[in-house]
């Protein structure tokens, strides 16, 4: 049954005002808690004598108000707003309940039990004993806390608190104790609401006052007067952390009793990712025990730099905040294609006590900083309404570039509830995302491989959007001009020896400045040189040109030939967590994902901005045709090409510092080919792989067409795409798409010597380094430059003009999800500024 404060004596919580005199009661010897009812208080009665007796003398009337006042102990916690405390345990037949006791025991300012409850569990003579020692035998074998008799009363008995859900209501009201508060309970109950068939009588509920213990929790100070944090049960997170001990991340020990718990720790030689039903494999939001360099991880036991910073407040003791980060985090990935909000989390926060409300107002911040970070709450939703509150809400921002940089920072912008506008120069939006479909099957001009899907935000698109990606197989057979097969064993010795040769270029670069930087390519052929001579061995004609392939393939990750790419500072990247898992071929390309993003969103294409006036407190932007702009802020997410270019004009011109980094990246450019055919001709020598190589005739061959996907892995479709990489990039520039098709036809049919090849039915060959409005495919680190350029680039200009792009990110350049991230990056800056 609920009781609304079924709490004998409100005022523990509450701060009390001076004694009311007995002519102020609104009854004899009544007073009204907060709670709205009404119960008998000792007041002093007057000294009037009964009949038949002698008045006592004043001294004795003294000494009898000096015992009245022995019958209160306050709180001995200092700072405790409780002057007269009350046991909400009574578990013991001689529970003090608001009377006296020798030593009231604190949990938070607001909830204390007495010594003689405190008796009653912890004496083993007492009847409470046996379940206070089972509990505890409980706790120690799941969590690491101490197992006290206050943590057995915050997790046993203290009564749990709910809020109406009537919103002309929303009052805080107590449960009694034996009712259990469940997530379905939260979201339904009323005030005055019936349990076990028996309902409250009387006036309205929802209009009895609301306990005055209420007010004091959301007070700043009342969080520091908290004993115990607070510990959930039920948590949506406990499943994603059965290797971890619950209290140290923000769950309680009582609540798991899995055997799989006391495997998994035992287990600290390797990560066991938990397998959770209907979970996507690729979300994995939190590192497991020993696990580590994971992208878009969080450890569920530690607060991160940024979270520190925005909450110092539990920096001391984070369990309060990991347990609502947790529980966010869990609850966002088991449903991704609805907006996560601070009312649906808060129904699965299970804790005894006050702390209760405490923890749901701390969930509206919480939850709001993760969502401006963009780790909620993002990909292609569409919120109904603003997601963040009015103080995060500029004016409006003009976004320069319809990429997927500029897409995913407006949509975030526009969740947030701010007016974006999207200036695009080209006739369409996807900027260097561009698919064709003509060939019968969705072909990636630019972007269509994922590399690494754990905790991929392509991967969370595509869960959003219910898209099935293929994942890429790791055989790749190599194929020589004239149609041989290249043993497997040379190419897994060749591959052995191409990354010694990064080792060595890797250990050469620990003590060199920028200064001292060399052409990777130099570097390359001087070490290969060295290893030749020092070793004695030499590589076979074959064993050279598989060597060529594997150096085709940095070439193709640089987007570049090697003799520009630094040799200190070539993969820059992998310093830091990168993705993890399957690579896959999103066989219906980037540019559904980015159609999806761009839904309801401003953009004026065929919009080129010719220059951008940041001198006021109002930027000015000016298309080519003279149409002008203005806001508070603005994103340019422009190819690096056009910033090297000076295609838009900044006024004042950008810092020096910026330009210095701009200029030290190079512009990669790769080129794809793609072939119809009118049947499958490879599919008897490939035997159902995803992709095969193409071993390079002579050193001036390699990056011509190093390797064939498929396209169409299920079979129905007979297509062909290649790269073309590195120096046979200009070799093909000044050709015409006959031409390019003519040259790969030559490769395909020596690779297929055997057998006929037929011509193509249709093809496609693109020309990024043509494209006005792009001019280069992904960016990398020239020689004597550095990774740090792409920090600089990602630095705001005043607080006025933001950069983003897949060149503005340092993690994750080169890639469609690097400049997603840039995009959700500057969204979270500009919102917060």
Known sequence: MLSDADYSGNTSGARRGKKRNSGDSPGDGQTVRSSGRQINVRVKRTNNPPPGQSKRKATDTEEEDDQSEKKYRKCEKAGCSATYPVCFASSSDRCAKNGYTSRWYHLSCGEHFCNECFDHYYRSHKDGYETFALWKKVWTSNGKSEPSLKAFMADQLLPYWVQCTNPDCRKWRQLTKEIQLTSSLAATYRCGMKFNNIKIEGPDQCSQPEDLRVAEVVENWWHSMLILPPLFKESPATPFLAAYYPDCVGMSPSGSHSNLVSELRADHCRAVQPQIPGLSPYFQPFYQPNECGKALCVRPDMMELDELYEFPEFSRDPTMYLALRNLILASWHRNCKEVLTAEKCALHIIVRGLVRVRCVQEMDRVLDFMTRKGLINTGVLTAPKPLLPEKHRTRSVIVIGAGASGLAAARQLKNFGIKVLVLEARDRIGGRVWDDSSLGVTVGRGAQIVNGCVNNPIALMCEQMNFKMHKLGERCDLFQEGGQATDPSIDKRMDFHFNAILDVVSEWRKDKTQSQDKPLGEKVQEIKKNFLQDSGIQFSDLEDKVLQFHLSNLEYACGSTLNQVSARSWDHNEFFAQF????????????????????????????????????????????SNGTQWTAPKVLVTVPLTLLQKNMIQFHPPLPERKLKAIHSLGAGIIEKIALQFPYRFWDGKVQGADYFGHIPPSPDKRGMFSVFYDLDPQGKQAVLMSVISGDSVAAVRDMEDKEVVGECMKVLCELFKEQEVPLPVKYMVTHWSKDMWSQMSYSFVKMGGS???????AEDVQGKVFFAGEATNRHFPQTVTGAYLSGVREASKMAAA
């Open 580 to 623: 993890s898992g399957d690579h896959t071929l999103l066989t219906k390309g980037y540019a559904a994902l980015l159609h999806k993003l761009a839904e309801g969103l401003d953009i004026r294409t065929k919009c080129p901005v010719q220059a951008i006036d940041y001198s006021g407190d109002v930027i000015k932007v000016t298309s």
């Open 787 to 793: 990774g740090e350029a792409y920090d600089i680039l």
